[in-house]
């Protein structure tokens, strides 16, 4: 068996930040707050295994701790069927960095490598394939072509174990190129044949449904109110549904995904979330990601809570609100748009613009309409965005014209470069770049200083009131920033009323 790379005390090597010994204390103790975060193998039977695993403590000389599981299975071990590696909840502990192990991390979860190729990646980068593999061989424990066949493995196994589709729909639904592949990957990563894996999915899904129906495993606790509550006032007519029952909340909308738009509806279930689907099976890894990262299901409230508690000032808020979630948006376009709409109105009159738009050049989707893509707007022009302010909807068309013409890249993993391109065009300042970091890009330490109301709330705690202060002061909260900045919104008296942004269009 070759050798394992250890997880070492040095800084933002490993997602846990822990030494090898502390490694083996959190697993000892069977510490959840290290599940899905470390990893370990044991030399002696071959598996590797959650630290939450209820199997025997293993000797600690026969254990090698991994950050990521492609790293265990690039050292020659195979999943634990007991604890199930591949069904730990994700980890944010990448999210925050923009280095190059971050950035291709990423893109790969993202499905880089499934779509092009590990040159292509490098080639986004801007490195050569040498490098980037050597890069993320020394931080992660496993190079980008492992990755991605993980990634593969374990979207091939969620769809084995909850549907009932055949294995040959599965192994191309998960990105695979061939049967041979799938089977060689599946006994490298879980030592058995694919049609072992195999259970009766649950719930059963009629016959004459064709709906794709998932459950994606979160941390608890999760505060399900709260994500409720902002998708519900954000809801964009004809966009997205927002239903309320004595279960709790279903939320329906239109996701864009690689193939088709397709119509998601997602609802809250325990420790996990259920999502129905018409997308196109080709993209159920893209849709699990969006989903995963729309509610903010790899947040770990024990980490950004011990972190943001340590400030005598957030303690309290973090105290009543032990399970916040940062929700994004599922289209980082979209929250462009949002976010210019939104300048100076109400979130309920930024809605009713957006619905407007939506209405008049969205796309039909199930009965549903889809956002209108950058194209679709650029050669609308400014003129037919009505109801806004004449300079705000010439901000939306340049901000069109840019992402149509390649001019911005939403899509680019260096969100600082992304930035300063946003920041270059008319109408987009500091405030509505921020918002698109925190709610487009999913930055965990996104904390738009600006924001009108989250200064008001700072004040009212003591807290500078301008922006630059509170900036200077929110440096203590990094790399948990979006989650301090969630916990101030939701501690101001503002809001329990419509709420407006900070920024003038310039």
Do not use: K
Not at 461 to 473: F, H, I, K, S, V
């Amino acid at each position: 068996m070759s050798s394992a790379v250890d997880v070492v005390e040095q800084p933002g090597l490993a997602p846990a930040g822990l030494d090898s010994e502390a490694a083996y204390a959190a697993l000892s103790a069977r510490d959840r707050r290290f599940d899905g975060r470390i990893w370990f193998g044991v030399t002696s039977t071959g598996v590797y295994c959650r630290p939450v695993c209820p199997a025997q403590t293993p000797r600690r000389e026969n254990v090698r701790f991994f950050a990521a599981p492609a790293a265990a299975v690039s050292a020659g071990f195979r999943a634990c069927r007991r604890c199930r590696p591949d069904s730990a909840p994700g980890s944010r502990h990448w999210d925050h960095r923009g280095d190059l192990v971050a950035r291709a991390l990423r893109l790969i979860a993202d499905g880089a490598v499934d779509d092009g190729s590990v040159a292509g990646l490098a080639r986004t980068l801007h490195v050569s394939e040498r490098h980037l593999h050597r890069s993320l061989v020394a931080e992660v424990g496993a190079g980008p072509q492992q990755l991605a066949l993980s990634r593969r493995a374990q979207t091939a196994r969620l769809l084995i174990e909850q549907t009932d589709l055949p294995l040959s729909d599965v192994a191309f639904a998960a990105g695979f190129s061939s049967i041979r592949q799938f089977n060689d990957v599946m006994r490298r990563e879980f030592g058995a044949p694919p049609s072992s894996l195999r259970r009766a999915p649950a719930p059963t899904v009629p016959s004459a449904d064709q709906a794709l129906v998932l459950r994606l495993r979160l941390r608890p606790p999760y505060d399900a109110d709260g994500v409720g509550a902002f998708l519900r006032a954000r809801a964009v007519p004809g966009l997205e549904v927002h239903e309320l029952s004595r279960r709790g909340w279903t939320h329906r909308r239109v996701v864009p995904l690689p193939n088709r738009p397709a119509v998601a509806e997602v609802r809250l279930d325990g420790d996990h979330v259920v999502v129905r689907s018409d997308a196109d099976l080709r993209d159920t890894a893209a849709l699990v990601r969006r989903v995963r990262r729309w509610l903010d299901l790899d947040a770990d409230p024990a980490t950004v809570g011990a972190a943001l508690s340590g400030d005598p000032v957030l303690a309290p808020l973090v105290a009543a609100l032990p399970g916040m979630r940062v929700p994004t948006t599922v289209d980082p376009w979209e929250t462009l748009v949002r976010a210019v709409v939104g300048q100076q109105v109400s979130v309920a009159g930024a809605t009713t613009l957006l619905g407007r738009i939506v209405a008049e050049h969205g796309s039909d989707v199930a009965g549903m309409r889809a956002f209108p893509s950058p194209d679709v707007l650029a050669a609308a022009g400014p003129d037919v965005l009505g109801g806004m302010p004449r300079a705000r909807a010439h901000a939306v068309h340049a901000a069109a014209e840019a992402a149509a013409s390649g001019g911005v890249d939403l899509g680019d993993p260096d969100h600082d470069r992304l930035a300063a391109a946003l920041l270059a065009l008319p109408g987009i300042g500091p405030w509505t770049v921020g918002y698109l970091r925190l709610r487009g890009l999913a930055d965990p330490d996104a904390f738009p200083a600006g924001d009108l109301v989250l200064r008001q709330s700072a004040a009212a705690l003591g807290l500078p009131d301008d922006a630059r202060g509170l900036e200077a002061r929110s440096a203590a909260w990094s790399p948990w920033r979006a989650y301090a900045a969630s916990h101030l919104w939701a501690a101001s008296p503002a809001a329990r009323r419509p709420s407006r942004a900070s920024e003038e269009i310039a």
